[in-house]
Nanobody, 126 residues
């Protein structure tokens, strides 16, 4: 059973930075498609960034140039570095994963992911 645990959320002012972490154990991360999603109150859950098993990366247009996704396969940790945060980045952020062999496209679509964390709240004030 794959379990994902997010941490690093919090409250910051606009322009600030946060670094989210997603940890797990028991499975080889280099075989997985990994992603970060977020959901604001009253809105659909949306993909923020994804990193494929080969290291290729996809970002949502809204975060390009501000957010950076990375992972450490040896440490089984996924990160999302968020800089220049805006109030519209306020949301619950979720880590997600799925076995790469089961995914046609490792990107920002929710349907590609089977395993989800419980989320960590990010609040950005103006």
């Amino acid at each position: 059973q794959v379990q994902l645990v997010e941490s690093g959320g919090g409250s910051v002012q606009a322009g600030g930075s946060l670094r989210l972490s997603c940890a797990s154990s028991g499975y080889p991360w280099n075989r997985y498609c990994m992603g970060w999603f977020r959901q604001a109150p009253g809105k659909e859950r949306e993909g923020v960034a994804a990193i494929d098993s080969d290291g290729s990366i996809t970002y949502a247009d809204s975060v390009k140039g501000r957010f950076t996704i990375s992972k450490d396969n040896a440490e089984n940790t996924l990160w999302l570095q968020m800089n220049s945060l805006k109030p519209e980045d306020t949301a619950m952020y979720y880590c997600a994963a799925n076995l790469r062999s089961l995914v046609r496209l490792c990107g920002l679509g929710r349907a590609a992911y089977f395993y989800w964390g419980q989320g960590t709240q990010v609040t950005v004030s103006s």
